[in-house]
């Protein structure tokens, strides 16, 4: 048994990881730990654990979340927040993961640096963002992306205000949104922000774009997967989950 650590704030899209934990079909554990942060997951208020400690209740918040890791077994831990980790840039989110994991005392990643090494284990480089952020938000995200080597040939921004709004959209507002995003040039669409719920339509949407589809809540666990040296062959959860053998050792 593997048991992954997901650190997530709010209460927005969670119902996703017990839907990613049952297509997974394998023998890992995924153990969603609220950081009791009621604030919208993509506001701007720096994000718990931010390496400036400037977030509210910061030591607290982390000290609780380091105990809730050890109970829970946890080998690896990933802060499931997309725009709490890029909005402090390429060097401040690393150093944002080596607190936590200095912290935690296990392998430590975010969201965002998931979705890069996602990229780069399905071979992509030239990617489409479909994401609910407001503009300046949406180009963050796309710098980040830049810094980690990948470029964002095309961008699109619903503008939503809070994470609240995106967790009350269904499938069909998902589809629309990664369809106004995507281009021929894309190799790949990145969907940001873990309030989206993606699980149950990504392989659905690959099959309609054509093309590998990475979001947020299921990069936040691949990434976790990769920490403790797993891969899972889950075709229900898109490309990223095909890289291995249908036979589990």
Known sequence: MTALGILYPGHFAEDDYP???????SDIRVDLIGTENEEDAGGTATAPGAPDGSAPDHDAWLRRSVEALRLSGAEAVVWANTRG??????????????????????????????????????????????APYAD?????????????????????SAGQATAAEVAGWGEAQVRALARA????????LLVPCTALHTASCVAELEKELGKPVLTANQ???????????RRVNAPGLGALFTREPVVQV
């Open 19 to 25: 839907r990613i934990e049952q297509l997974l079909g």
């Open 85 to 130: 980790g890029f909005d402090q840039g390429w060097e401040g989110a690393h150093a944002q993961v080596r607190e936590l994991a200095l912290a935690a005392g296990m392998p430590a990643s975010s969201t965002s640096f998931g979705f890069v090494n996602a990229a780069r284990e399905i071979g992509v480089r030239r990617v489409a963002v479909a």
């Open 136 to 156: 300046d938000v949406t180009a963050r995200f796309t710098q980040f992306l830049r810094a980690g080597g990948l470029e964002a040939v095309a961008a699109h």
């Open 181 to 188: 995003a995507d281009t021929a040039d894309a190799q790949a």
């Open 219 to 229: 990069v936040t666990v691949w990434e976790a997967l990769r920490l403790t040296d």
